[in-house]
């Protein structure tokens, strides 16, 4: 009995080791279309987050026995075999008296999870304990993470800190990149590349040394959005890397699928079939825009107003190719503390080159502005987005050209609650009337390091009104904020409107802090 026990365990345990690294999609072929397809949830990432209560192969065993059987539930089935997903902060009611930072440093608590270990549902095991976005956004996000953590070292967090960045080692390490988030449906693309700015948050702490400690995993990650340099001919593109005619390497967004996303299912299959592209192509558009971060924007559409011309693929992302820049340059730092002059010389040159060639394709003099360059047309994109002050942030605009988009900001994307993140209107959420705290955040510190100090401010205090005002009003911090009409909420996307929210709460304490706002 103790044997059939053990072995019965062994293979349990095996079971989840297992299906931890397949997602939903591959573990329950015809079951999960058939409730993705369905209205039994109202959002797709519901199903893909749920737990199963017992192994894929009985699941799937007891659905082809049952499933067309008279009388069939799928809605009784899935709720007999699988554990729903629960949102903690939901039910969060916050004290408004109390003020804006007590609220701030409660949520951390709020939104803090543990480390995770494996239950046979898509999340993937991390060591250490972490900060989540908030609402449906169950997990670690890349990108989010960042602007979280510039709030919590405002709250004296360094040890979570740590232990996010810790686990970004860990997947790095386990997987050869960071995922979009903790789950097996990411594990087909990244997120725009911020750990390098992560290693530089935490070496403010902990000195210089961070940096010779991070470099392995810095080099791991610079490995996976260059793979496919090795032979690529000019005018061509493999995985994240486009090779221009003039022989310049720089980045894209991409996705190793070209399926539909398992968490926006039904919304990508039902969109496949307003485009003239290939379904694959369009899938992979899709899921290359969801690596940027910006699903979805006007900002890769051919067509502004049509979300089935997308053409993420085809765009050199000015925004992306100033990350990576700063992934160069931080790995030279860290060559250069060793002592590695050889491969400080290598990485500092490939950053001298990155710089070079995106002022040579996306600065549009024309429209004094930073812009995307679409490799296959051989020309700038006709959208005018915030991602045009990345090359602010990071050093990379001269100073006519941060002048230039200094104006630009001011009389085109400043509104009454903040700055907008396109100039259109469309009804996507990355799009105006929408504003984001990590497009607020690039925008202030890279103005500030053009001595454009009092434009710097003006946005800082719209954006810090707008959260407070909305704060007071309805005791919650939002996603995103329409910055137009700041008494209206803001819409578009797939999803409704999240509160929590990692990325704001973090920001917003990063410039209440900065500014000296004490409310």
């Known amino acids: 009995m103790k044997r059939l026990f053990l072995t019965l365990s062994i293979t349990f345990t095996y079971w989840v080791a297992f299906s931890q690294q397949l997602s939903p999609r591959q573990l329950y072929p015809g079951l999960f279309e058939a409730v993705q397809l369905s209205s039994i949830y109202a959002d797709n990432k519901t199903f893909v987050d749920a ?19 008279p009388g069939f539930d799928l809605s009784r089935f899935v709720n007999a075999y699988f554990t729903a997903p629960q949102t903690a902060n939901g039910i969060f009611k916050s004290d408004v008296s109390a003020g804006i930072r007590k609220h701030i440093d409660t949520l951390w608590q709020v939104l803090s999870r543990q480390p995770d270990t494996a239950k ?23 990108w989010d993470s960042y602007f979280t953590m510039l ?18 080692v860990y997947l790095i390490d386990k997987y050869g990149f960071i995922p979009n988030g903790n789950r097996t449906y990411y594990l087909t693309r990244s997120q725009p590349p911020f750990f390098s700015l992560m290693v530089d948050l935490l070496s403010r702490d902990d000195g210089a040394k961070t940096l010779v400690k991070y470099q392995p995993e810095m080099l791991k990650e610079y490995a996976y959005w260059m793979k ?52 694959p192509v369009f899938y992979r558009n899709i899921r290359a825009a969801a690596e940027s971060g910006w699903d979805f924007s006007s900002r890769w559409f051919s067509d502004p107003a049509k979300l089935s011309t997308i053409q993420t693929t085809d765009l050199i992302p000015v925004d992306l190719n100033c990350l990576l820049y700063h992934l160069e340059q931080t790995i030279a730092q860290s060559y250069k503390l060793k002592g590695d002059r050889a491969n400080y010389s290598l990485y500092q040159t490939k950053a001298l080159h990155r710089k070079a060639a995106v002022l040579k394709y996306c600065w549009d003099n024309n429209r004094g502005w930073f812009v995307d360059y679409n490799w296959r047309k051989k020309q700038v994109s006709a959208a005018k987005t915030l991602a045009g002050v990345f090359p602010l942030e990071f050093h990379i605009a001269d100073t006519v050209q941060a002048v230039s988009v200094a104006v630009h900001l001011q009389t085109e994307f400043l509104q009454s609650g903040g700055l907008v993140t396109t100039l259109n209107t469309n009804g996507q959420q990355w799009d105006s009337p929408n504003a984001w705290a990590p497009l607020q955040c690039m925008a202030i510190y890279g103005l500030i390091n ?9 946005i800082a205090m719209a954006w810090i009104k707008t959260n407070i005002r909305t704060f007071k009003k309805t005791g919650k911090l939002l996603e995103k904020y329409n910055v137009v009409d700041t008494h209206a909420q803001a819409g578009g996307g797939e999803y409704n409107l999240q509160d929590g929210f990692g990325w704001t709460n973090g920001v917003l304490l990063n410039l209440m802090d900065y500014y000296q706002v004490k409310r």
Do not use: C
Request: no cysteine.
């Open 51 to 69: 737990v199963p209560r017992q192994p894929a192969k009985v699941i799937m065993a007891h659905y082809r026995t049952e499933k067309n059987k």
């Open 120 to 142: 046979g549902g898509s999340l993937l095991d991390l060591p250490h304990s972490y900060i989540v976005p908030g609402g449906r956004f169950r997990e670690i996000y890349y």
């Open 151 to 168: 709030g919590l070292q405002e709250s004296h967090k360094t040890k979570m800190i740590e232990n996010m960045v810790g686990n970004f």
């Open 228 to 279: 496919g340099t090795a032979g690529l001919k000019k005018g061509n593109a493999s995985k994240h890397v486009v090779k221009l005619m003039g022989g310049e390497l720089l980045n894209r967004y991409w996705d190793a699928s070209d399926q539909p996303r398992e968490e926006s299912y039904k919304e990508d299959v039902l969109s496949a079939k307003q485009t003239k592209e290939a379904a």
């Open 450 to 458: 053009y001595h454009q100090s009092r434009l710097a401010r003006d």
